[in-house]
């Protein structure tokens, strides 16, 4: 299995509800990363879990708040957002070692009302 | 700083016209050179690593090449299911090898 699925695909919000975005990956990567993407622009780091413990946050607003239950699940729990935090999010993962590429999931659109 | 650019921001072949997309980058050590192609509202698709400077890799219509300060994407005899944005990303290695740097991306039209 060589892919990385995520839901849902698409989620509209309200500014005060609260969501969840899932991903999955059975590659046996211990490596796993959130991904903000703006119409236009490249991929924005987010976060990385690396063994399961969290091991960059780029500086993130709290109101996003990533979870690693297990080697294979990623998820972004998501609290009173603002409009402008509407765009693509993208899950990926990878070996933890030097020299691997990041193999990327479908990505949830989301949008906040 | 760690920096990507890439060039042509658009670029428009007619089916079967062959080219070249541009990747310069700047960094502080080399780790690898990450090729992706990212169709709308979707997520990346790797395409290529290259790890040093003569390293040539081909999938298809597709050949990435790279020098110590570029790498190019050729394009052969492309079709217009090709049309995708060509995204490049380099890790370096004064950062952590899970942060990539990502150019602003080609964005690849080719016309039947």
């Known amino acids: 299995d060589t892919e990385v699925t995520q839901t849902p695909k698409h989620l509209v919000m309200g500014m005060t509800n609260k969501k969840s975005l899932k991903c999955e990956q059975h590659?046996?990567?211990?490596?796993m990363y959130w991904y903000k993407q703006k119409a236009k622009k490249p991929p924005e780091l987010m976060f990385v879990?690396?063994?399961?413990?969290?091991?960059i946050n780029e500086s993130v607003p709290s109101r996003f708040s990533p979870e690693c239950p297990n080697s294979s699940l990623l998820n972004l729990h998501l609290h009173a957002l603002q409009p402008e935090d509407s765009a693509l999010y993208l899950c990926?993962?990878?070996?933890?070692?030097?020299?691997?590429?990041?193999?990327f999931g479908p990505g949830t659109r989301l949008t906040v009302l | 700083e760690d920096q990507v650019t890439q060039s042509p921001e658009a670029l428009r072949l007619q089916e079967g016209e062959s080219s070249s997309l541009n990747c310069s980058y700047t960094?502080?050590?080399?780790?690898?050179l990450f090729w992706y192609r990212q169709d709308p509202g979707k997520g990346p698709e790797f395409l290529f690593t290259?790890?040093?400077a003569g390293e040539e890799k081909e999938k298809e219509r597709l050949k990435a090449t790279l020098t110590k300060k570029e790498s190019f994407l050729h394009i052969t005899a492309p079709k217009p299911e090709d049309s995708a944005t060509y995204l490049c990303?380099?890790?370096?290695?004064?950062?952590?090898?899970?942060?990539?740097?990502f150019g602003q991306g080609t964005r690849l039209t080719i016309n039947p």
């Open positions: 990926a993962s990878s070996h933890v070692t030097s020299y691997n590429e990041q193999f």
């Open positions: 590659m046996g990567h211990r490596a």
């Open positions: 879990y690396s063994y399961e413990k969290l091991s």
């Open positions: 960094v502080s050590g080399l780790r690898g």
């Open positions: 290259l790890y040093s």
């Open positions: 990303a380099v890790q370096a290695r004064n950062q952590g090898a899970q942060k990539l740097v």
